[in-house]
C-alpha cells in the first residue's frame, strides 16, 4: 500500500476530505487536499499545519509517522490484537507498514480522522454482549488461545490504546450492544476496561473512586460507571468524549501533538499548560490543566504520561482541553511521575508547584484555591472508597500514599 486519503468524519452523512498520505521506502509524506487548504483546520498546528504541498514526516526519533495519525494508532492491547491479526493471516507484523495499521483501522478509530480504502469493512454491529465472555475471551488472548475469540475481539477491541484489555460497547440502560460502529438510537458510546494480568481485582473499583473523587475537586470528566458481572466482577467504565450519540470529534493527545514519546518520559507539566496556553488562548483552561496536574500528584496518580492528557476540536476549530482521563492510583516509571513538576518527579511539592504556576502565568491567590479545593477532597478518599467498594487493603494502600503526597502539598500552616 502506497498512499492513504485521509477524511474528518464528523456523522455518517458529514464527511470532509483531508488529504492523502503516501509511503516510499518507509518514508511517510502528507499532502493535504487543496479544497481543504481553501478553509483549512488546524488538526495539528505545531508538526503538521495546513501548508500547500508534500509534507515530509522526518521525526522519526518520535515514530514513523505525523502525530495526528499516530493518534489513530492503537498501542498496548490493541497494537497485540492488531498483531495477531496479521499474524492469523500469514502476515508476519514486523512487515506491515504504517500504512496498512491505518487501512486497518479504517472508519474504527478514536477521534474523527478515518483511512481509506479501509482494510475490512464487515461490521459486528447491534450484538448484545456480555462482560464477562468478553474478558475471559481477553484473558485468552494474553495467553495464546485466540482461535475462536479473536474475530469478535479485533471488532469489539481494537481500536484503544493502553495496555489493559478494554472494549467499546453502546450502552442503554442495562443493555449492552457492540460499540465499535454507530449505535442505534439511545444507545451511548462507552469504553470499558477489563483487568491486566498485573492488576488486582480492585483495580476497576478504585478508578471509579477517582473519578467521583476528580469531579468531587472540581475536574472535568465523562461520565462513569462500574459494571458488575453476575460472577461478581466490576469493571471500570467511561463514557467516550470523542463521540456524542454519532456524532464525532476531533482530538489530539499532548503527546501526539508535539511529538513526544510517551513511552520516555521527558517532559514537565511545564509543556502541559505552555501547550494549553497556547492552543485554547484561555486562562480557565490554563487553570483547568493545573487543577488535574495538583489531583495526580495528591492522588498519587504517576502514569501521567503525555497521552493521557488530549485536547478537543469543536465545530469552529476552536481548541479545548478535553474531560481528564485515566486518572487511577498508580506508581509510575521507576516510582516517579511520567511528567516532573518544575523538574522533580519522586516528590513534586507546595514549593514545586508554587513555582510552575508563576512560571505558567498562573496568579498565586488563583493556585492556592485550587490546591486547597483539590486537598480537600482527596482527604475524604475513604468516602469514595466506601462508595466503589474498593477493598479494605487497596483502600489502605492508597490512603498511605495520599496521606505522604498530602503532607509535602499542604501550604505552609495548614
Request: aromatic share 10%; hydrophobic share 35%; proline share 6%.
Amino acid at each position: 500500500m502506497n498512499s492513504l486519503d485521509v477524511r474528518l468524519q464528523f456523522s455518517p452523512e458529514e464527511s470532509r476530505p483531508v488529504g492523502k498520505l503516501l509511503e516510499k521506502n518507509r518514508q511517510v509524506f502528507f499532502e493535504y487536499d487543496a479544497d481543504f487548504l481553501n478553509s483549512p483546520l488546524q488538526l495539528s498546528p505545531f508538526k503538521l499545519p495546513p501548508n500547500p504541498g508534500l509534507q515530509e514526516h522526518k521525526d522519526l526519533s518520535f515514530g514513523p509517522v505525523f502525530g495526528l495519525f499516530d493518534d489513530s494508532m492503537p498501542d498496548g492491547w490493541g497494537l497485540l490484537l492488531m498483531d495477531r491479526h496479521f499474524r492469523s493471516n500469514g502476515v508476519s507484523p514486523e512487515s506491515v507498514s504504517v500504512l496498512q495499521r491505518l487501512s486497518y483501522m479504517g472508519t474504527h478509530s478514536m477521534g474523527a480522522l478515518t483511512y481509506h480504502p479501509p482494510e475490512d469493512e464487515n461490521e459486528i454491529s447491534g450484538e448484545l454482549l456480555y462482560l464477562h465472555d468478553m474478558a475471559s475471551e481477553s484473558y485468552m488472548v494474553m495467553s495464546g488461545d485466540v482461535q475462536d475469540v479473536l474475530p469478535e475481539l479485533l471488532r469489539a477491541g481494537g481500536s484503544p490504546g493502553g495496555a489493559r484489555p478494554k472494549v467499546l460497547i453502546g450502552v442503554k440502560e442495562n443493555s449492552i450492544i457492540s460499540g465499535e460502529s454507530d449505535l442505534p438510537d439511545g444507545y451511548g458510546h462507552w469504553l470499558v476496561k477489563f483487568f491486566s494480568k498485573e492488576d488486582c481485582r480492585d483495580e476497576g473499583r478504585v478508578e471509579y473512586a477517582y473519578s467521583l473523587m476528580a469531579k468531587s475537586a472540581g475536574i472535568e470528566m465523562p461520565q462513569t460507571r462500574i459494571f458488575e458481572t453476575k460472577e461478581g466482577e466490576a469493571f471500570f467504565g467511561v463514557e467516550r468524549f470523542d463521540r456524542l450519540k454519532n456524532r464525532r470529534f476531533h482530538i489530539h493527545t499532548l503527546g501526539n501533538m508535539i511529538h513526544s514519546n510517551f513511552r520516555i518520559p521527558s517532559c514537565d507539566y511545564e509543556m502541559l499548560l505552555r501547550v494549553t496556553r497556547i492552543l485554547t488562548k484561555n486562562q480557565e483552561e490554563i487553570l483547568a490543566a493545573f487543577r488535574i496536574m495538583v489531583f495526580n500528584i495528591l492522588a498519587h496518580n504517576r502514569d501521567d504520561h503525555v497521552k493521557n492528557f488530549s485536547y478537543i476540536m469543536d465545530d469552529d476549530g476552536l481548541w479545548h482541553l478535553a474531560p481528564a482521563y485515566d486518572l487511577t492510583f498508580s506508581f509510575g516509571p521507576g516510582g516517579e511521575h511520567s511528567m516532573t513538576v518544575a523538574g522533580e518527579g519522586r516528590s513534586p511539592g507546595w514549593k514545586q508547584i508554587l513555582n510552575l504556576a508563576e512560571g505558567s502565568g498562573i496568579d498565586g491567590k488563583n493556585a492556592k484555591e485550587v490546591i486547597d479545593e483539590v486537598l480537600d477532597s482527596v482527604a475524604t478518599w475513604k468516602k469514595f472508597a466506601d462508595e466503589a467498594e474498593v477493598g479494605k487493603k487497596r483502600c489502605k494502600i492508597v490512603e498511605e500514599q495520599i496521606q505522604g503526597a498530602m503532607k509535602r502539598v499542604a501550604p505552609p500552616g495548614r
